[in-house]
């Protein structure tokens, strides 16, 4: 059921910018690329999501490759709240529903240190 | 800024007991979810909801879970008769239209001895 890859774990320095890499090679045409975040076993945070466009919000930055089988999430000055599991999916339609359940892989652990 | 709402957040059961799980969902949103999380796993898809009925369901939820929006506000989780296995963190999420992003409450906690 994967269809993300994503480092198990990357550390960043407080203050910094994280960027967290994920390679989605089997995406299809209309399937959107989201990330969630999670903290210590809370619920889901939602944090961006984009098709093929470069996205900005208040929280992270969303780059997109051209070919859009990559992704990196852009967290621009990382404090030590944003350490936490980060999940990239890619929502996958269910039967032409736009429904859609989320797989949620390992995610990366990140770990922002002071 | 409003958020889905889960109860109870620690709820420790015994085998073969039934349980009810209980969320909130975010006035107005249309989509609902259940998700469940065993210690130290991935979270896994249990069921979606959409117009009183369930949309798609995962190969987990079986005939020993159901789902019900009763009263249009709450969106219950009931689990017949529970094992062991069934011990994780239960996850409820809504959505207010198709394609927009799940808003995921902060879970219940459950322990089946």
């Known amino acids: 059921d994967a269809k993300t890859t994503q480092p198990p774990s990357m550390d960043c320095a407080e203050g910094r910018a994280a960027n967290l890499p994920c390679n989605h090679s089997?995406?299809?045409?209309?399937?959107?690329v989201y990330w969630y975040r999670q903290i210590h076993s809370q619920g889901p945070q939602y944090i961006i999501h984009?098709?093929?466009n470069n996205e900005t919000n208040e929280m992270a930055s969303l780059i997109i490759t051209e070919d859009r089988k990559s992704s990196t999430l852009i967290l621009p000055h990382a404090t030590l709240r944003d350490t936490a599991v980060y999940y990239c999916?890619?929502?996958?339609?269910?039967?032409?529903?736009?429904?859609?359940?989320?797989?949620f892989g390992r995610g990366t652990q990140l770990t922002v240190w002071p | 800024e409003p958020e889905v709402t889960q109860t109870p957040s620690h709820q420790v059961t015994q085998m073969g007991q039934e349980v009810i799980l209980r969320c909130v969902p975010i006035?107005?949103?249309?989509?609902f979810y259940w998700y469940r999380q065993i210690l130290g796993q991935k979270v896994e898809f249990l069921v979606s909801?959409?117009?009183?009925?369930?949309?798609?369901k995962s190969e987990i939820f079986d005939d020993q879970f159901s789902v019900e929006r009763p009263d249009g506000s709450n969106f219950t989780l009931k689990i017949r008769s529970t094992k062991l296995e069934d011990s994780a963190m239960y996850f409820c999420?809504?959505?207010?239209?198709?394609?927009?992003?799940?808003?995921f409450g902060n879970g219940t906690r459950l322990t089946v001895t």
């Open positions: 999916i890619v929502r996958v339609p269910h039967r032409g529903s736009t429904l859609g359940r989320l797989y």
């Open positions: 089997t995406i299809s045409g209309n399937e959107y």
């Open positions: 984009g098709l093929k």
């Open positions: 006035s107005n949103h249309l989509y």
């Open positions: 909801f959409y117009n009183n009925e369930i949309s798609e």
């Open positions: 999420a809504s959505q207010p239209i198709h394609n927009s992003p799940l808003h």
